[in-house]
Nanobody, 121 residues
Framework: QVQLVESGGGLVQAGDSLRLSCSASGRTFSNYGVGWFRQAPGKEREPVVVIRSGGSTYYADSVKGRFTISRENAKNTVYLQMNSLKPEDTAVYYC???????????????WGQGTQVTVSS
């Protein structure tokens, strides 16, 4: 199985940037799709960005143009570059991996524990 660990969260001001990392152990990412999801207090978990193993991507409209997903298979790591952060981006961010990765959280097999991102106004 795959074990995922997120890092890079923190407290920033509106307009600042963060880069989240998702590192895998147990086996490589190369054959898996990877998604970033987030969940704010009192809200449902929502997809942020997804990259399939074949290279296709999905970006939520709320982050398009501000967030970018990338992967370095040699390092077994996926990154989420987050620019121009807004208070509404505040949430716990989760990395997920699965062979059938989509916008629905149920399509993922493995999940990290999450990393907190807080954006002050």
């Amino acid at each position: 199985q795959v074990q995922l660990v997120e890092s890079g969260g923190g407290l920033v001001q509106a307009g600042d940037s963060l880069r989240l990392s998702c590192s895998a152990s147990g086996r490589t990412f190369s054959n898996y799709g990877v998604g970033w999801f987030r969940q704010a207090p009192g809200k449902e978990r929502e997809p942020v960005v997804v990259i399939r193993s074949g290279g296709s991507t999905y970006y939520a409209d709320s982050v398009k143009g501000r967030f970018t997903i990338s992967r370095e298979n040699a390092k077994n790591t996926v990154y989420l570059q987050m620019n121009s952060l807004k208070p509404e981006d505040t949430a716990v961010y989760y990395c997920a991996a699965g062979l059938w990765a989509g916008v629905d959280a149920s399509t993922y097999d493995y999940w990290g524990q999450g990393t907190q991102v807080t954006v002050s106004s």
